[in-house]
């Protein structure tokens, strides 16, 4: 299930993204007291970390809130405005500004690894397109915190584009396949361990000669080991570990200008065609 943000009224979303000050209705009497934007939000972020995505509607977040759907509308316009609001809260969980650490890529780490805590919080978020991004004050600050994170490493306008792009793409990857394995068997009904033991003892009957067709899997196969959580925890650490071996190697050429000169164009939050 793919989403698409940002498809409310442009207007309305980025002055409730930005905490606009409320224009007045003609006609529209003042809310009641008791209900606001932060706990529809909130209320929304609950429905989604709870029963998922397919489950979030104005209903049901009146519901969790004890109100009419109705209710809600004087408030926040409709779901399309809600879930723009609800992604950028999940993103403003990830911390900004000047990291302490000794390296950049200590800093672009623990940037990493709150991204893909934040994503495993909330896998909702990862069903939010990165067509359009949100372009809220949360998503911009992440990207702003990753580019600081990143500065350091002296890259080229060029190359900083296609390590953003990497490592956010990365990042995001990874937490949806843990997120899908972690979800798998309440909704297949069926356990992983079961479901490997089955396939296994079948494919060993179908291909007995399975590791002389395919050596390098099996060797491959033969180092891992521990629960299947450990497995994607390594996979994100080693993953991660390539990456920024690979771009602490992309040192900028003779003549490409130096990140944060004026002509500089910084990527757009979440968004890869902008830093493809």
């Known amino acids: 299930m793919t ?22 209705r003609a006609g529209r ?10 706990a529809i939000v909130s209320a929304g972020i609950a429905v989604a970390d709870a029963e998922g995505m397919a489950a979030l509607s104005m209903r049901a977040v009146a519901e969790r ?49 709150e991204l893909y805590a934040c994503y495993l ?11 359009r991004p949100v372009l809220g004050p949360a998503e911009l600050a992440a990207m702003e915190s990753l580019l600081g994170a990143l500065r350091p490493a002296g890259l080229s306008p060029l190359r900083l584009r296609g390590a953003v792009a990497a490592l956010w793409q990365f990042v995001r990857g990874l937490a949806a396949t843990t997120a899908d394995a972690r979800g798998a068997a309440a909704a297949t009904g069926v356990a992983d361990e079961e479901w490997w033991a089955g396939r296994s003892a079948r494919l060993a009957e179908l291909a007995p000669d399975f590791a002389e067709r395919f050596p390098l899997l099996v060797a491959l196969q033969s180092t891992g080991g521990g629960a299947p959580q450990d ?46």
């Open 29 to 38: 009497s003042g809310p009641k007291p008791g209900l606001s934007v932060d």
């Open 3 to 24: 989403v698409y943000a940002g498809q409310g009224d442009a207007h309305r979303s980025l002055a409730l993204l930005w905490g606009a000050p409320e224009e007045p």
């Open 231 to 276: 497995s994607h925890r390594e996979a994100f650490r080693s993953g991660l570990a390539v990456l920024l071996d690979g771009i602490a190697v992309r040192q900028p050429s003779a003549g490409e200008p130096s990140v944060g000169e004026p002509s500089a164009r910084q990527p757009s939050a979440e968004d890869p065609s902008e830093t493809a």
């Open 121 to 131: 919080r909330h896998p909702w978020v990862l069903q939010v397109s990165q067509a």
């Open 65 to 113: 809130l004890g109100r009419t759907a109705m209710a809600l509308y004087t408030y926040v316009p409709g779901k399309a405005e809600l879930l723009d609001l609800m992604h950028d809260r999940a993103l403003a969980e990830i911390p900004t500004g000047q990291r302490a650490s000794d390296s950049w890529r200590d800093a672009v780490t623990a940037w990493a690894e």
